[in-house]
């Protein structure tokens, strides 16, 4: 068989993360190599963060093309890393690798794959609109970060918890220059009249929680009014349910965590991703939990 050109070495990417198992990205990144004829894969590993340094050591020793963090590794990652993008040096934390050469380049494509979905999905251009942006986690943050770059007119932070929601507020103000200022969630928290776009970032709603409802009021909101829910299972969540009823106009998790794979997938082959093929196959995943 030598010199006839067979090649039976796969191309390597993952997730590293601690716990790992329920993560359903390889299921939508594998049907997405099949469906473009690659033959690449993708390993779901269970990573303790006291190992973190051993496990990028490897993916370098392994030649894996790439990789993506999840919890708890998106801020430790950084110190293991060769170079950050502009979005994650702003965000603060990485959730795809690429390789360029022998380096290791530290992504983020939350807030990228949230854009892309607004853009694709809802029709709607960020720039010059005001959002009221529940929760002041990782994802909130890398959501703020490329509304803002998007051309926000003004962001408003929501949270429970005042010292960490200040926290997000004044790395966005310190990082970006924006507008963005912090509200109180005490109580029910009223959607004020001129937003255009109400984001939950929070993980109110997620499954087995999928029941599970925000302490907003939607009563004063214009009709359309964009509402937006990071949490991806249930597709539909009881914010989302709440919106429709209402006559508003809604975008899902499922479509942020589809475009993050698929801005991840094209980072990592240079190959045009097969959007519907992957976005079938993480549905189907998801339905069957």
């Known amino acids: 068989m030598e010199g006839m050109g067979i090649n039976y070495q796969a191309e390597l990417v993952g997730v590293l993360g601690q716990p790992v198992a329920e993560n359903p990205t390889g299921v939508?990144?594998?049907?997405?190599?099949?469906?473009?004829?690659?033959?690449?894969r993708y390993l779901t590993m269970e990573v303790p963060p006291e190992r973190l340094e051993a496990a990028i050591a490897g993916v370098r020793a392994l030649g894996m093309r790439g990789i993506n963090l999840t919890i708890p590794h998106k801020v430790n990652v950084i110190r293991f890393l060769d170079g950050l993008s502009e979005e994650a040096r702003l965000i603060g934390a990485v959730n795809t690798v690429r390789r360029d050469g022998e380096r290791l380049i530290g992504e983020n494509t939350d807030g990228k794959g949230f854009l892309r979905g607004l853009r694709q999905d809802a029709?709607?251009?960020?720039?010059?609109?005001?959002?009221?942006?529940?929760g002041a986690g990782g994802a909130a943050r890398a959501i703020a970060i490329e509304l803002i770059l998007a051309g926000s007119a003004n962001l408003i932070v929501?949270?429970?918890?005042?010292?960490?929601?200040?926290?997000l507020v004044t790395h966005l103000m310190d990082k970006t220059g924006a507008a963005v200022t912090l509200q109180p969630w005490e109580g029910t928290y009223i959607v004020p009249s001129?937003?255009?776009i109400l984001v939950n970032a929070t993980s109110i709603g997620l499954y087995p929680n999928g029941k599970a409802l925000p302490d907003i009021s939607l009563a004063a909101a214009r009709n359309d009014l964009l509402v937006c829910d990071a949490v991806f299972n249930p597709a539909v969540t009881a914010l989302l349910a709440l919106a429709k009823d209402r006559g508003m106009p809604v975008l899902d998790g499922l479509?942020?965590?589809?475009?993050?794979?698929?801005?991840?997938?094209?980072m990592w082959t240079g190959v045009?991703?097969?959007?519907?093929?992957m976005k079938r196959a993480l549905a189907r995943a998801l339905a069957e939990c």
């Open 28 to 40: 939508m990144q594998e049907a997405g190599f099949a469906a473009a004829g690659l033959n690449w």
């Open 123 to 134: 029709g709607v251009d960020p720039d010059g609109k005001q959002v009221v942006l529940l």
């Open 158 to 167: 929501v949270n429970r918890g005042k010292e960490r929601g200040q926290t």
């Open 194 to 196: 001129d937003a255009d």
């Open 255 to 266: 479509s942020m965590l589809v475009y993050q794979g698929v801005i991840g997938f094209e």
């Open 272 to 277: 045009k991703a097969p959007e519907a093929v």
